[in-house]
C-alpha cells in the first residue's frame, strides 16, 4: 500500500532531551515536507526536501532540524525539545517538486501524525 | 506572503441538510491551487476536494463542491446531504503555483453532524 509512515505516533518527553521523528514513504516521491498542527493556527510547514541532500527552512523552522540522505526517508530531529515544540505533526510527500507547469495535480499525501508532548 | 482565514472555528449541521464552510485567502498571484482536507478523530488528512486557479467552473465530488469566487478570494465548501460521517476538522489551503509544493493552511473549522 502507498502511504506515508511516521513513529512515533505518540510520545512523551522532557525538556531537553533528544528526539527523532521519523517519516518514510513507498512511492518513490521527490519531494517531502514537515508541518506542526496547532489549536487555531492550522498547519505550519517546517522544513521540506525537493530532493536528496536538499531541504529548506519553512515558515517555522526554529528548533527543528531534518536530513534528506535516501530519498524515502525524511526525519525530523529536535535536538533539545522545548515545551512550545509541544504538537501534532504531520509528515507529507508528492511525486512533484511542485516546479512544472503541470504539477498542480500533484497532491501531498500525509503521514498519520505523531503527537508530541514535551514537558 | 498568502494567508487563508477561516472565520468560522465551529459549524453544526442536521443529518441530511446542507452545509457551507467559509475560506477566504490573500495572495497577488494569479495561478494557484486551492484545496479542502477533512481531518477526522483518527487525525489523518484527508484530500476532499480540489480547484486550479485558472478553471473557471467549480470543482465538485459527489456531496462536495465548492464556490470559488476569484475575484473575492472565497473558496467556500458546500457539503450536500450531511452524513454523521462528515463530521470533522475541515481546513482550506493555498498552493502557489510558483515554487515548490508549499500549503498553506487555514485556521480550521470544526463540523459537527446532529442526527
Known amino acids: 500500500e502507498a502511504q506515508v509512515t511516521q513513529n512515533p505516533r505518540y510520545l512523551i518527553t522532557v525538556t531537553g532531551k533528544k528526539l527523532t521523528v521519523t517519516c518514510s514513504q513507498n512511492?518513490?516521491?521527490?519531494?517531502m515536507s514537515w508541518y506542526r498542527q496547532d489549536p487555531g493556527l492550522g498547519l505550519r510547514q517546517i522544513y521540506y526536501?525537493?530532493?536528496?541532500?536538499?531541504?529548506d527552512k519553512g515558515d517555522v523552522p526554529e528548533g527543528y532540524k531534518v536530513s534528506r540522505k535516501e530519498k524515502r526517508n525524511f526525519p525530523l530531529i529536535l535536538e533539545s525539545p522545548s515545551p512550545n515544540q509541544t504538537s501534532l505533526y504531520f509528515c507529507a510527500s508528492s511525486p512533484d517538486r511542485g516546479l512544472s507547469q503541470n504539477s498542480g495535480a500533484n497532491v501531498l499525501t500525509f503521514g498519520a501524525g505523531s503527537r508530541l508532548t514535551v514537558l | 506572503a498568502q494567508t487563508v482565514t477561516q472565520s468560522q472555528p465551529e459549524m453544526s449541521v442536521q443529518e441530511a441538510e446542507t452545509v457551507t464552510l467559509s475560506c477566504t485567502y490573500d495572495t497577488s498571484e494569479s495561478d494557484y491551487y486551492l484545496f479542502w482536507y477533512k481531518q477526522p478523530p483518527s487525525r489523518q488528512m484527508i484530500l476532499v476536494i480540489r480547484?486550479?486557479?485558472?478553471?473557471?467552473q467549480n470543482a465538485t465530488e459527489n456531496r462536495f463542491s465548492v464556490n470559488f469566487q476569484k475575484a473575492a478570494k472565497s473558496f467556500s465548501l458546500k457539503i450536500s446531504d450531511s452524513q454523521l460521517g462528515d463530521a470533522a476538522m475541515y481546513f482550506c489551503?493555498?498552493?502557489?503555483?510558483?515554487?515548490?509544493?508549499?500549503?498553506?493552511f487555514g485556521q480550521g473549522t470544526r463540523l459537527t453532524i446532529n442526527p
Open positions: 489551503a493555498y498552493r502557489s503555483d510558483q515554487g515548490a509544493q508549499k500549503l498553506v
Open positions: 512511492m518513490n516521491h521527490e519531494y
Open positions: 480547484q486550479e486557479a485558472y478553471k473557471q
Open positions: 526536501s525537493m530532493n536528496v541532500e536538499v531541504t
